[in-house]
């Protein structure tokens, strides 16, 4: 099996387990994530390859930290997240990558990732649930950071912190690779 097969089949029977824990059916979780039914049938039949932005908006409608969709072992004292179960979860256009390196749950989760946008290359969120914040700091290149039609620079070794609760998007608007790592605390 391979990792993306992993990944769908830790999707699938998490997302299963957890609409039956709140007793729902696969109207109401469709109808509350904002998905389709077809799309949810597929996910816990391990068919499929939802986009980032539907298993963001499946996580928070079960209220759980996207990282409890893609990880089904019970929590250890200490969770070591090696280099094979880090899992790429975003591919742009023109290759770069949104790695979830960990994360933790039950709430308030805390996701940790590495993003690697190349020239040109923008990741467009969605807001998320009230009270998320995410932190960022840039490794290398320049980040244009928008946050809810504000527009921010930030140059290498530069630090932020934002409301993650209003749209918001990474862009990479120069000519050199951009390499950030990001927290994300969903309350």
């Given amino acids: 099996m391979n990792d993306q097969e992993a990944v769908g089949e830790a999707v699938a029977h998490t997302v299963r387990a957890l609409r039956a824990e709140h007793g729902w059916s696969l109207d109401e979780l469709a109808g509350r994530a904002g998905v389709s039914k077809g799309v949810l049938v597929g996910l816990e ?3 499929g390859n939802p986009n980032l932005g539907t298993l963001i908006r499946i996580a928070d409608a ?3 930290p996207l990282t409890r969709l893609v990880q089904v072992e019970e929590q250890p004292a200490v969770r070591v997240f090696p280099p094979d179960r880090q ?3 975003w591919r742009g256009e023109r290759g770069g990558t949104g790695t ?3 994360g933790g749950d039950p709430r308030p989760a805390l996701e940790m990732w590495r993003w690697d946008l190349l020239p040109g290359e ?3 969120s969605d807001a998320h649930q009230p009270g998320t914040q995410e932190i960022i700091y840039v490794e290398s290149g320049e980040l244009t950071l928008r946050v809810d039609g504000r527009s921010d620079r930030l140059g290498p070794g530069t630090a932020a912190v ?3 609760d209003r749209p918001h998007s990474y862009r990479n608007d120069t000519d050199r690779e951009l390499r950030f790592v990001m927290a994300v605390l969903d309350r």
């Fill in 45 to 47: 039949q391990g068919r």
């Fill in 62 to 64: 079960l209220r759980v």
């Fill in 87 to 89: 899992v790429v979860l």
């Fill in 100 to 102: 979830l390196l960990a």
């Fill in 122 to 124: 923008e990741r467009a």
């Fill in 162 to 164: 934002f409301a993650g």
